[in-house]
Structure formats: structure tokens, C-alpha cells
């Protein structure tokens, strides 16, 4: 497993790596649109009715952007708990702890994906 | 009267004598100017010479002065002692053995250091001067631009005093992590226009206990007294790790010097 978990360390270090891009950039940019300016009235709630955000959402980069904001941070949060419970003197757990990690992941990855298909 | 004076608690270890460290107190005058090497020395020299320390050139060059000043790790020639309280305390640098008082147990990191390959590589003897990549000046060495020194300048300019390795929490749970000073050397040599050695770097850097090993704390780059910034070293050393590992899926090498991999792909 040990060596297993060292040979798919690049995947899963670009993965996260570009998780905290988006999970940085978009993500706050997201809820600054959504959580702030909205309630705030700086945008214009119609702006943001259900039939526009799905339309927006739906057509095929909407849905790119959906998956790479729903994928890619699962992966980002993955690899940063997996090195915190390192941290915290976890690196004999780590053999159990990162596969959990990453089965959640994928599997979050996997469903995530699923919804965005079928929007 | 009136003279300041400050309590240095300092650990004290005697590896024929004691179990475990301990500490000793000191209340020493101070001047406002010193650093906090200053006054450890003037403690060796007046009041305590059994006291171990290292130090040498006093201007943040020699890197040899390493110790934990109030649980940071810090060049003590380099850190003013104004910026203390009364009570200061000076312990040898964290996660490396104790071999005496304040002085730590250096080995096993040279080894580190050696891991890295820390030197121009070049894929095969340079035949003449005219041919060479880069090319050479008729002194017979190689050109190279300021622009290409700007590269990896900043890497270079470690001093090996270790802060980064004390401030690690890497370090601290695994004793065999490469370490951010030792990739940073690593990285420098990758990102050299004269080197030719980045192949077996890179395999180095995805092996287990380095590069990937990090846990992106940026404790090293906080504490380097040098501004080298081994975070980003071992960041960009990660990148360029997953690249060279993508291409060799697509571009299998030649397996010159491929350990632990099975062939075909």
C-alpha cells in the first residue's frame, strides 16, 4: 500500500494542487457572488433565478466548471487532512487513513460527476 | 546600579553524566546592543566555560549557530537579544540528536545532502569547447547569462544552518525526510543551465521521504535567515517531479539508472 500510495503521489498531488487553485480563486469569488453581493442586493437576485443559473449550469462549460469545482477541492481536502493526520504524528496510521481519504474522494468525485451529467 | 540584566535558561547535557537534557539558569548584565549570541558567549567566558555552543564568523555567514531562542529555531548571531524578555530561553536545535549542551548532531544530514546529487551534471564529457550546451568561454568553462543565474540564484544562497530542518514538522515525525534544505540544493542544480542531471533528480524527488513527503507547512521559509525560500523550492521541485514523471508514460528512458519500476510502460 505504502508503495502503491508513493507511485500515484503525482496524480494526486496535481489534483490537489489544482483543487486549491480553484478551491482558492473560484470558490471565493463563488461565494462572494452568491453569499454576499446577492443577499446584499449588489446583484440583482433575478439575476440569479433558478432558470438562468440553469442554463448557465447546464450548457457544456457550466458543466466543466461544475465538475472541476465539485472534483477537484474533494481531492484538495483529501490530500491536506491526509498530511495533517501525518502531522500530527500519524505517519504509521497514514496506510489507513490516506486510502479512506482518497475512497471518499473518488467516490465524491464519481458522484459529483453523476449529478453534473444528469442537470 | 540600574545595569539590565536577563535570565538565559539554558539546556543543559552531559552525554556521560546525564539521562536526559536539563536546563540551567543564568542571570547575566546585558547591553542593549547584543545579539542573543553575545550574551551565551559572554556566559562561556565569564561565568560558566563548561557551557558547549557552536558559532564562528558572527555575521550570518558560517550558519553554525543554529539553537531554539524562546522555542524558535534562530541564528543567535543574528537575532537581537532587545527582542526578548527577561527570560530567555536557549535550547540545541530541535529534531537533531544532542550531542552536548547546545550542540546538535549534524551526520546524518550530509547525508541528505548527498542524496541530491548536489553538483552539475553533465550527460557525457564535453568533446570541445565550440559544441558544448551551453557553450564554453575559451577559459573552459561554460556561459552562462545573468538571466539564467537569476534561475536558481536564491537556492544557492543556503547556508546549511539547519533552522529549516528544526521548524519542520515533517522532520519531526520522519527522521528520514529529505528535508527542505536538501531539496532546495536539489532543485538548484535542476533549475542550472549548466546541468544535465535533472532525470536522475526527479527520480530521486518521487521516491519515498521527499518531495512528496512535505506537508506544506512553510515553517522552512519562515525561519530561513537567508531568504532562500525552501518552500518553494520543494514546490517547484514537486512540479517538476509529476512533469517528468508524465513524460516518462509517454517517452519511456533509457532505464540507465530506473530502480523499482517494471518495464513496457
Known sequence: MKHFLLRIEPVIWLLFGQGLLIGTMLLTGWILVVGLAAPLGL?????LSFDRAHALASNIVGRLVLAALIVLPLWKGAHHMRHLSID???????VVVAPVLYAVATIGSLLGILAVVRL | MGEPTKTFVITRFDPDK?????????EIPVEADWKVLDAINFIKDEVDPSISHRWSCRMAVCGSCGMMVDGEPKLTCKTALSDYGDRVTVEPLANFPIVRDLVTELEGFMEKFQRVKPWVIRAKEDAGAADSKPPMNDKGTFVQSPAELAEFKQFSMCINCMLCYAACPVVA???EFLGPAAIALGHRYN????????????????????VFSCSFANECSEVCPKNVDPAAAVNQAKFGAVID?????VLPRASAGR???QGGK
Open chain 1, 43 to 47: 446583484v440583482d437576485a433575478a439575476a
Open chain 2, 245 to 249: 514523471w508524465a513524460t516518462s508514460l
Open chain 2, 18 to 26: 546525564d539521562e536526559v537534557p536539563k536546563t540551567q539558569e543564568y
Open chain 2, 259 to 261: 530502480r523499482g519500476e
Open chain 1, 88 to 94: 500530527f504524528r500519524g505517519a504509521d496510521r497514514d
Open chain 2, 173 to 175: 515525525n520522519e527522521a
Open chain 2, 191 to 210: 533549475l542550472d543551465s549548466r546541468d544535465q542531471g535533472q532525470d536522475e533528480r526527479n527520480e530521486i524527488f518521487r521516491d519515498e521521504g521527499t
